[in-house]
């Protein structure tokens, strides 16, 4: 048996143990093991000649482990920026402060104004994009660092600065590395009986009803007025 026949055999005999592993001990959720497992499929479908040798083995291995985790895949841009703005592979979660950025205060929303249209737990789509989340915060004003809004914000939608923004966790079957994007009202739509995946899920809502997602404790805190 030749070098790359014995190495396909061993990815084969690995394949159950692995999954095994990342299933049941690794990760928490289902999107996480899902993704997870994924990865490593995509990992293992690129193996060529260059790990037929024991370094380049234990390379790629130690590379298996890491890029696995649902955390460690959290893209900042992906090719050159839409003209329509809100490029859709800005990570805001990377740009999160104690400033607030992006509807992440924790200051509690003790009025609600009238403009706000959704309502955190609400399943939506983007209008363009096409993609599927839930809310998990909003602010009544685009709450973000003057060089991400013009960045996002393109000439002629000066008015998404003005208009309630919302923090989307992004369903992970739409997109496969996870991510939060912070979108203007006008390009959100609410759809219905939609459950989403995505590996920080659970972080913020306890449960599905069957038409949307109930906040934990802490996010019902901070948004008392929405339900």
Not at 48 to 71: E, G, L, Q, R, V
Not at 140 to 147: G, H, I, N, Q, V
Not at 175 to 184: D, F, G, H, S
Request: one cysteine or more; hydrophobic letters at 35%.
């Amino acid at each position: 048996m030749d070098r790359r026949a014995g190495l396909q055999l061993g990815v084969l005999l690995l394949a159950v143990p692995v999954q095994y592993l990342v299933s049941q001990w690794m990760f928490s959720t289902e999107s996480q093991r899902s993704y997870a497992i994924r990865n490593l499929i995509n990992e293992a479908s690129g193996l060529t000649d260059d790990y037929f040798s024991w370094k380049s083995w234990k390379k790629w291995c130690a590379k298996i482990i890491s890029n696995i985790s649902p955390y460690n895949s959290m893209p900042h841009f992906e090719g050159e920026d839409d003209p329509n703005g809100e490029s859709p592979a800005v990570e805001v979660i990377n740009h999160m402060d104690p400033k607030g950025y992006f509807a992440g205060s924790v200051e509690p929303r003790t009025y609600r104004p009238p403009e706000v249209k959704y309502r955190i737990g609400q399943v939506v789509k983007h209008k363009r994009w096409g993609y599927r989340g839930v809310i998990v915060g909003w602010d009544e004003l685009t709450k973000a660092p003057e060089y991400w809004i013009k960045h996002n914000h393109p000439p002629g939608k000066e008015h998404w600065r003005t208009q309630p923004n919302y923090a989307i966790l992004v369903d992970t079957r739409d997109r496969l590395a996870p991510q939060i994007t912070y979108v203007p009202q006008e390009n959100l739509e609410i759809i219905i009986n939609v459950q989403i995946l995505h590996p920080s899920i659970e972080e913020y809502f306890e449960k599905f009803d069957g038409a949307q997602y109930l906040p934990r404790p802490w996010l019902k805190a901070v948004y008392p007025y929405d339900y």
